[in-house]
């Protein structure tokens, strides 16, 4: 039983955490004890240059890799690698080879540089035939390798026997080296000793936990990691008493045991709290590189389902598991940084290091004006679309939140007047008593997809379940493509003569003058703002499968193409990918919630409506006509009961019906339409009446746990 499981610790380490951190990672550190000083040299210029590892030197690498596993328990390597199903995927070999009939701990540097998984089952959007398997996992020197249970991790990208991209690591890499290169040009302009930019990513990620044996009494929740139906309890998180309030025992105890393991893997976990609804919690690192910070966000995804196991718990990362409460994001906090360790999204009062900052935000806010509904379509999955657009996540129509201060000095540039701008809004006295208050430069906005939070921009909108590499290699391709326009036009107004100050600010003014549709500081849970929106030209997303659809524009295509991110033949397997993947979800949801209602609520319902109609029965038998009034309330529950009964089978039915028909089309797209329409329809019908059932039915008969029960510990 839930209630038995007392708090546990099993991956306790007493040291201080900086004694242990990173030990279970084979770092660049630790490669320059085991590696010579030109295997080291090769190694070391791939992880800080993105050169490429010199396969010579592949075997030296190799045999360090192993010596320092072996040393460390491990007896398997595995190639990590992240297909297109959004998850991670890992083939384990052993480290054994057999000479002259005896067993050796083998490791090679052919097996370091690659595998060869079998490509056929895993999504690829037509990029592969199911009889054709072969397909290459590749070694990617940029992330570090790492030890999980006993196992030695390769982090790797996957790709097909032509060398499509079969994964979301391929296309992020590539974003990245565009953004660098593009970006780099920018910051040349303010600094011509800047070599390169990488972009820094921070990944918040929220998450549920509920107790493993009310779990598997949940076959929604084991299926389809989220409960198709359900009725909300009395209380749940209206009085916002979890929100930040002391942490379950049961839950921290869980958190200190994932967090000693991720400190260990080189993971920079530095916060945990509740979250706003119960059961809900919330880790997020420093922000790091943009690649490991998204390799990182996946193992820690790992290790969270493999601790939450000890302690009879599960961990639920589905967006909306629970209806009628918050759902959960994954808050990827995006910036770039040149390699001088300039922070170029950190607004300053120096006006030569501001006027970069502008430089560099009008460009990103180009960007994303432009491929506004693409970047928002990156993040709406089957999962997502249940949680965007209440009042708890962003609304799925793009804006920019720049905040009060910021706001007032774009407008004075549009104006041609830029005035001084202060990064700091100046103190704030609270008490006398109480130290003054340092003020930011703006203000925070949650209704905001993409909010600026003072150095940084905050993508809300990504679903916690998600690759934060299916958003991210979008922006960094947004924010590529605008930097490449801002530094041509930069250049032209050079060419006619204007200083640098000038031709800089100009480019700012007219960058600025282009996303202004997309600029927005009010609320956007509001109607009012939907109703902006739509005069300035922002499209919302309102049905998943018909969003996708932006991935085949010519805007999508030459932006992925020219800069050599994605070439048509990958974004159209992707756009079917996506279709592929809604499809087959929410099929596994409708088959759910039918099996659910069927053999679960009706039996429930049925048999507690023959208790009532047996007490009526009886009633009558001993009082008589005295039994309609003194039996009114049972009567009435009868009769809601059959109606709701009724009902239910009906819309069941005709859920199979639409599946079917659904199901007939060959189209992929027009089957996710339909899923997407007739389907979710008939959905939410059936769980309208099975919630309602929920409240008829006698507590002792109900046979699925209830919100009341897995809700709180």
Same mark, same amino acid.
Request: charged fraction near 25%; proline fraction near 4%; hydrophobic fraction near 40%.
């Given at each position: 039983?839930?209630?038995?499981?007392?708090?546990?610790?099993?991956?306790?380490?007493?040291?201080?955490?900086?004694?242990?951190?990173?030990?279970?990672?084979?770092?660049?550190?630790?490669?320059?004890?085991?590696?010579?000083?030109?295997?080291?040299?090769?190694?070391?210029?791939?992880?800080?240059?993105?050169?490429?590892?010199?396969?010579?030197?592949?075997?030296?690498?190799?045999?360090?890799?192993?010596?320092?596993?072996?040393?460390?328990?491990?007896?398997?390597?595995?190639?990590?690698?992240?297909?297109?199903?959004?998850?991670?995927?890992?083939?384990?070999d052993?480290?054994?080879?057999?000479?002259?009939?005896?067993?050796?701990?083998?490791?090679?540097?052919?097996?370091?540089?690659?595998?060869?998984?079998?490509?056929?089952?895993?999504?690829?959007?037509?990029?592969?035939?199911?009889?054709?398997?072969?397909?290459?996992?590749?070694?990617?020197?940029?992330?570090?390798?790492?030890?999980?249970?006993?196992?030695?991790?390769?982090?790797?990208?996957?790709?097909?026997?032509?060398?499509?991209?079969l994964?979301?690591?391929?296309?992020?890499?590539?974003?990245?080296?565009?953004?660098?290169?593009?970006?780099?040009?920018?910051a040349?302009?303010?600094?011509?000793?800047?070599?390169?930019?990488?972009?820094?990513?921070?990944l918040?990620?929220?998450?549920?936990?509920?107790d493993?044996?009310l779990?598997?009494?949940?076959?929604?929740?084991?299926?389809?990691?989220?409960?198709v139906?359900?009725?909300?309890?009395?209380?749940?998180?209206?009085?916002?008493?979890?929100?930040?309030?002391?942490?379950?025992s049961?839950?921290?105890?869980?958190?200190?045991?994932?967090?000693?393991?991720?400190?260990?893997?080189?993971?920079?976990?530095?916060?945990?709290?509740?979250?706003?609804?119960?059961?809900?919690?919330?880790?997020?690192?420093?922000?790091?590189?943009?690649?490991?910070?998204?390799?990182?966000?996946?193992?820690?995804?790992?290790?969270?389902?493999?601790?939450?196991?000890?302690?009879?718990?599960?961990?639920?990362?589905?967006?909306?598991?629970?209806?009628?409460?918050?759902?959960?994001?994954?808050?990827?906090?995006?910036?770039?940084?040149?390699d001088?360790?300039?922070?170029?999204?950190?607004?300053?009062?120096?006006?030569?290091?501001?006027l970069?900052?502008?430089?560099?935000?009008?460009?990103?806010a180009?960007?994303?004006?432009?491929?506004?509904?693409l970047?928002?379509?990156?993040?709406?999955?089957?999962?997502?679309?249940y949680?965007?657009?209440?009042?708890?996540?962003?609304?799925?129509?793009?804006?920019?939140?720049?905040?009060?201060?910021?706001?007032?000095?774009?407008?004075?540039?549009?104006?041609?007047?830029?005035?001084?701008?202060?990064?700091?809004?100046?103190?704030?006295?609270?008490?006398?008593?109480?130290?003054?208050?340092?003020?930011?430069?703006?203000?925070?906005?949650?209704?905001?997809?993409?909010?600026?939070?003072?150095?940084?921009?905050?993508?809300?909108?990504?679903?916690?379940?998600?690759?934060?590499?299916?958003?991210?290699? !979008? +922006?960094? @391709? =947004?924010?590529?493509?605008?930097?490449?326009?801002? *530094?041509?036009?930069?250049?032209? #107004?050079?060419?006619? /003569?204007?200083?640098?100050?000038?031709?800089?600010?100009?480019?700012?003014?007219?960058?600025?003058?282009?996303?202004?549709?997309?600029?927005?500081?009010?609320?956007?849970?509001?109607?009012?703002?939907?109703?902006?929106?739509?005069?300035?030209?922002?499209?919302?997303?309102?049905?998943?499968?018909?969003a996708?659809?932006?991935?085949?524009?010519?805007?999508?295509?030459?932006?992925?193409?020219?800069?050599?991110?994605?070439?048509?033949?990958e974004?159209?397997?992707?756009?079917?990918?996506?279709?592929?993947q809604?499809?087959?979800?929410?099929?596994?949801?409708?088959?759910?919630?039918?099996?659910?209602?069927?053999?679960? !609520? +009706?039996? @429930? =319902?049925?048999?507690?409506q023959?208790?009532?109609? *047996?007490?009526?029965?009886?009633? #009558?038998a001993?009082? /008589?006509?005295?039994?309609?009034?003194?039996c009114?309330?049972?009567?009435?529950?009868?009769?809601?009961?059959?109606?709701?009964?009724?009902?239910?089978?009906?819309?069941?039915?005709?859920l199979?019906?639409?599946?079917?028909?659904?199901?007939?089309?060959?189209?992929?797209?027009?089957?996710?339409?339909?899923y997407?329409?007739?389907?979710?329809?008939?959905?939410?019908?059936?769980?309208?009446?099975?919630?309602?059932?929920?409240?008829?039915v006698?507590?002792?008969?109900?046979?699925?746990?209830?919100?009341?029960?897995?809700l709180?510990?």
């Open positions: 039983m839930a209630a038995n499981h007392q708090p546990e610790r099993f991956f306790e380490d007493k040291r201080p955490i900086s004694a242990y951190f990173g030990e279970d990672v084979f770092d660049l550190d630790k490669m320059s004890r085991y590696l010579s000083p030109s295997a080291y040299a090769s190694v070391k210029d791939s992880v800080q240059n993105g050169k490429p590892v010199d396969r010579k030197v592949a075997g030296e690498i190799a045999e360090a890799m192993k010596t320092w596993a072996l040393s460390k328990g491990a007896t398997h390597f595995t190639h990590l690698f992240q297909p297109l199903t959004g998850n991670t995927a890992e083939k384990h052993a480290f054994l080879d057999f000479r002259d009939g005896r067993p050796v701990e083998a490791f090679s540097g052919e097996a370091l540089v690659q595998q060869e998984p079998d490509a056929s089952s895993f999504p690829s959007g037509g990029l592969r035939n199911t009889f054709e398997a072969r397909g290459y996992s590749a070694w990617d020197p940029t992330s570090p390798v790492f030890i999980l249970d006993g196992t030695l991790c390769i982090p790797s990208v996957f790709v097909s026997y032509n060398g499509d991209a994964d979301m690591k391929v296309p992020h890499l590539r974003s990245l080296e565009a953004l660098s290169k593009a970006a780099t040009e920018v040349r302009i303010f600094d011509p000793e800047v070599n390169s930019v990488h972009v820094n990513i921070g918040e990620q929220e998450y549920f936990l509920v493993e044996s779990y598997n009494a949940r076959p929604d929740l084991k299926l389809c990691e989220r409960t139906i359900g009725h909300t309890a009395a209380k749940d998180q209206q009085l916002a008493d979890h929100y930040f309030g002391a942490i379950p049961r839950a921290e105890a869980f958190m200190k045991d994932f967090e000693t393991v991720a400190y260990k893997l080189g993971i920079r976990l530095i916060t945990r709290h509740n979250e706003v609804a119960p059961n809900q919690f919330e880790c997020a690192p420093v922000y790091t590189d943009a690649s490991r910070a998204i390799d990182n966000n996946m193992t820690l995804m790992i290790i969270m389902q493999k601790v939450a196991g000890k302690h009879h718990l599960r961990v639920l990362f589905s967006e909306k598991p629970f209806d009628g409460i918050n759902g959960s994001g994954k808050h990827c906090n995006w910036s770039m940084q040149s001088k360790g300039v922070n170029l999204l950190k607004p300053s009062t120096d006006p030569e290091k501001n970069q900052f502008l430089a560099f935000y009008s460009s990103v180009k960007g994303v004006m432009d491929h506004n509904f970047i928002m379509t990156s993040v709406c999955d089957l999962g997502n679309s949680r965007l657009g209440g009042n708890e996540a962003p609304v799925p129509i793009m804006s920019i939140y720049s905040g009060s201060a910021l706001t007032a000095l774009f407008k004075d540039i549009i104006n041609s007047n830029p005035n001084h701008f202060n990064s700091k809004a100046g103190f704030m006295k609270i008490a006398e008593e109480l130290p003054e208050i340092e003020l930011d430069n703006t203000d925070r906005n949650r209704t905001s997809p993409f909010a600026f939070t003072g150095n940084r921009f905050e993508f809300r909108a990504l679903g916690s379940s998600a690759n934060g590499a299916s958003a991210s290699y !979008v +922006i960094n @391709s =947004a924010a590529a493509e605008s930097l490449k326009e801002f *530094k041509a036009e930069y250049d032209k #107004k050079i060419a006619e /003569g204007k200083d640098k100050k000038q031709a800089v600010l100009e480019t700012v003014k007219d960058f600025l003058i282009a996303a202004s549709p997309v600029m927005f500081d009010g609320n956007g849970y509001s109607k009012e703002w939907a109703e902006e929106a739509k005069k300035r030209g922002l499209e919302g997303v309102t049905n998943v499968p018909e996708y659809k932006v991935y085949l524009t010519k805007s999508t295509e030459d932006l992925f193409g020219n800069l050599g991110v994605l070439s048509k033949r974004i159209e397997a992707r756009y079917e990918v996506l279709n592929e809604y499809v087959k979800k929410l099929q596994i949801e409708a088959r759910v919630l039918g099996d659910i209602c069927l053999n679960h !609520v +009706i039996p @429930s =319902a049925v048999e507690y023959n208790i009532l109609l *047996k007490n009526i029965k009886e009633t #009558k001993v009082f /008589g006509d005295e039994y309609k009034e003194m009114k309330s049972s009567i009435e529950t009868v009769s809601k009961i059959s109606a709701f009964i009724n009902s239910l089978q009906a819309y069941v039915a005709e199979v019906e639409r599946r079917k028909k659904a199901n007939a089309v060959e189209n992929l797209p027009e089957k996710a339409r339909l997407s329409t007739g389907v979710k329809e008939m959905m939410d019908k059936a769980r309208y009446c099975a919630d309602h059932l929920e409240m008829l006698d507590d002792e008969l109900w046979p699925l746990p209830k919100y009341r029960e897995m709180f510990f």
